[in-house]
C-alpha cells in the first residue's frame, strides 16, 4: 500500500555530531523523496529533495541518499547544532491516477548541548 | 510566512457539531492539499484540489467534504464531529504539483473537539 516507514521515531546527538534518519517506501514507481523540517508550534517546511534520477543531493550540513534497489532513502545531517532540533518528515510520492505525496511518521530530533 | 493562509488559527467545538476550516493559496499556487496531523503523529493527506477540481483523495473520512472555489481559496468541512478528528489541520499549496514546484505549507488550524 502507500506507506513510508521512517525510523527512528526519536533521536538525540550530541551538538556537533551526526544525525541520520532513513525512510522506506513500498512502490519502485515512486519517484520524488522529499524531506521537511518542522519546528516546534510551526509549519512544515521543506529542507531537501531528491529525484529517483539522483542517487545523492548536498546542501551545507545536509545531504540526502537514495537507493533505489532497496527502496530505502536517508536525511544525513552533520555538525548538528541546536536549531537543528525539530521534528522531521520524510515523503515519496506514490504514482496513479494522481499522485499523491504520503509523509513518514516523524523522527523528533534533539540535539544536547 | 509562506504566503499560504489558514483560518482560524484555533477551533474549540463540540462533538456532533460541523466546522469549516478555510485556505488561500500562495499567489500563483494552483494546486490545494489539506493534511491532518494528530498528537505525535505524521501528516496523513487528506485532498488536493487542482485549478477547481478534485485530483487525489487519500484517507479523508466520509464526514469530510472540501472544494476548491474559482479564486482558488479551498474549504474542508469537518461534520459529526468525534473526539479523535481532534488535530492540527495543514492546508499547503503548490504551483502544479508538488513534483514541479515546492509544497508550502500554513500554519495550520488546530481543532479540539470536547
Known amino acids: 500500500g502507500e506507506n513510508v516507514e521512517q525510523h527512528p521515531s526519536t533521536l538525540s546527538v550530541q551538538e556537533g555530531d551526526s544525525a541520520v534518519i532513513k525512510c522506506t517506501y513500498s512502490d519502485s514507481a515512486s519517484n520524488y523523496f522529499p524531506w521537511y523540517k518542522q519546528e516546534l508550534g510551526k509549519r512544515p517546511q521543506l529542507i531537501i529533495d531528491?529525484?529517483?534520477?539522483?542517487g545523492e543531493k548536498k546542501d551545507q550540513r545536509i545531504a540526502v541518499t537514495l537507493n533505489k534497489t532497496a527502496k530505502h532513502f536517508s536525511l544525513h545531517i552533520t555538525e548538528t547544532q541546536p536549531e537543528d532540533s525539530a521534528v522531521y518528515f520524510c515523503?515519496?510520492?506514490?504514482?496513479?491516477?494522481?499522485?499523491?505525496?504520503?509523509f513518514g511518521q516523524g523522527t523528533r530530533l534533539t540535539i544536547n548541548p | 510566512d509562506s504566503g499560504v493562509t489558514q483560518t482560524p488559527k484555533h477551533l474549540i467545538t463540540a462533538t456532533g457539531q460541523r466546522v469549516t476550516l478555510r485556505c488561500s493559496p500562495r499567489s500563483g499556487d494552483l494546486s490545494v492539499y489539506w493534511y491532518q496531523q494528530s498528537l505525535d503523529q505524521g501528516l496523513q493527506f487528506l485532498i488536493q484540489y487542482y485549478n477547481g477540481e478534485e485530483r487525489a483523495k487519500g484517507n479523508i473520512l466520509e464526514r469530510f467534504s472540501a472544494q476548491q472555489f474559482p479564486d482558488l481559496h479551498s474549504e474542508l468541512n469537518l461534520s459529526s464531529l468525534e473526539l479523535g478528528d481532534s488535530a492540527l489541520y495543514f492546508c499547503?499549496?503548490?504551483?502544479?504539483?508538488?513534483?514541479?514546484?515546492?509544497?508550502?505549507f500554513g500554519e495550520g488550524s488546530r481543532l479540539t473537539v470536547l
Open positions: 531528491i529525484r529517483s534520477n539522483v
Open positions: 515523503a515519496a510520492t506514490y504514482p496513479g491516477a494522481a499522485q499523491k505525496l504520503v
Open positions: 499547503a499549496s503548490s504551483v502544479v504539483d508538488f513534483v514541479t514546484g515546492e509544497l508550502f
